[in-house]
């Protein structure tokens, strides 16, 4: 097999693992009818991304990212820790706009370190529980 489809199988094997557990965690919280929406994170070389997803209905309640208008003319580079946190504040903004508080947070494939803690860090300053 290729090294780049190993690579990227590997990617969504890390992927799928992460969101089960996240499943797991809404199954079991189900009996006691508190579903969580889900903090998905997705991040590239050049940017950051953020959405809040409410997995029962497959609707995206609230998305950020350094692209939008007012992050992009205050942050110099979309792919440092500083643009990430302002991510994650905005993305609190716009959940607690939309009627979210509390969210479970889905960190993909991606490790618990650098952009993607910046961002929880600062989604967690913004007022969001995880």
């Not at 409410?54 to 692209?67: E, H, M, R």
């Amino acid at each position: 097999m290729p090294v780049k489809k190993m690579k990227t199988t590997a990617a969504q094997r890390r992927s799928y693992r992460t969101r089960n557990k996240i499943r797991r965690v809404n199954i079991e919280r189900s009996a006691v009818r508190e579903t969580r929406p889900r903090l998905s994170v997705f991040r590239s070389g050049k940017q950051i991304y953020a959405q809040v997803i409410n997995d029962l209905d497959g609707k995206t309640l609230a998305a950020a990212s350094t692209l939008d208008k007012e992050l992009k003319e205050k942050l110099k580079s979309g792919a440092n820790t500083e643009a990430a946190q302002e991510v994650g504040k905005l993305i609190a903004a716009r959940a607690k706009k939309s009627g979210v508080s509390k969210v479970v947070f889905d960190r993909g494939r991606y490790i618990y370190h650098g952009r993607v803690k910046a961002l929880a860090e600062g989604a967690r300053e913004g007022g969001l529980e995880f």
